[in-house]
T-cell receptor
């Protein structure tokens, strides 16, 4: 069975600070990896995804993530956060052939102006 | 525009009643999913279906039932056996290329 672990439940940053949200997964084969964002009162949106190729993936709104296979990690980064980045962020994994998308418990990000 | 339609947006249920949440997609996707979202729990998989007339239990299927009679539709019934049904329910579909599309959700409250 596949699983996802997000290290931080709640992160509080000041505007312009750098962000790194941790995500580790457990699965014995090839994986597809995703980061989703849910802004307050809104539905889930895809930030970025990794299927194959370059392990450094760039997404929308200046976010990027790096897939490190040896560490089973897919951490999300942004060099300078804005107040509008306040949201909940979910890491998800889809093991090849599993037909299931498994989510982590989410990390709530609060950005202070 | 292609997408997933979930209805209703808000639903209230009395204890002991069954209730059905609707999910329709016009994306021609084969696979469809139901997730439950609770604060601090992330999204947990209830049921999924890879093709018409076939579906599998996810991690928290107890107290729920589904059907997949048409490719476009994957309704979820929350039965009276579900002890804590108040939650936000999300439907999703998956097409080729591993892309998932999510609906806007149904918030179910037991009164």
């Amino acid at each position: 069975a596949q699983s996802v672990s997000q290290h931080n439940h709640h992160v509080i940053l000041s505007e312009a600070a750098s962000l790194e949200l941790g995500c580790n997964y457990s699965y014995g084969g090839t994986v597809n990896l995703f980061w989703y964002v849910q802004y307050p009162g809104q539905h889930l949106q895809l930030l970025l995804k990794y299927f194959s190729g370059d392990p450094l993936v760039k997404g929308i709104k200046g976010f990027e993530a790096e897939f490190i296979k040896s560490k089973f990690s897919f951490n999300l980064r942004k060099p300078s956060v804005q107040w509008s980045d306040t949201a909940e962020y979910f890491c998800a994994v889809d093991g090849a052939g599993s037909y299931q998308l498994t989510f982590g418990k989410g990390t709530k990000l609060s950005v202070i102006p | 525009d292609g997408g997933i339609t979930q209805s209703p947006k808000y639903l209230f249920r009395k204890e002991g009643q069954n209730v059905t949440l609707s999910c329709e997609q016009n994306l021609n996707h084969d696979a469809m999913y139901w997730y439950r979202q609770d604060p601090g729990q992330g999204l947990r998989l209830i049921y999924y279906s890879q093709i018409v007339n076939d579906f599998q239990k996810g991690d928290i299927a107890e107290g729920y039932s589904v059907s997949r009679e048409k490719k476009e539709s994957f309704p979820l019934t929350v039965t009276s056996a579900q002890k804590n049904p108040t939650a936000f329910y999300l439907c999703a579909s998956r097409g080729t290329g591993y892309g998932y599309t999510f609906g806007s959700g149904t918030r179910l409250t037991v009164v």
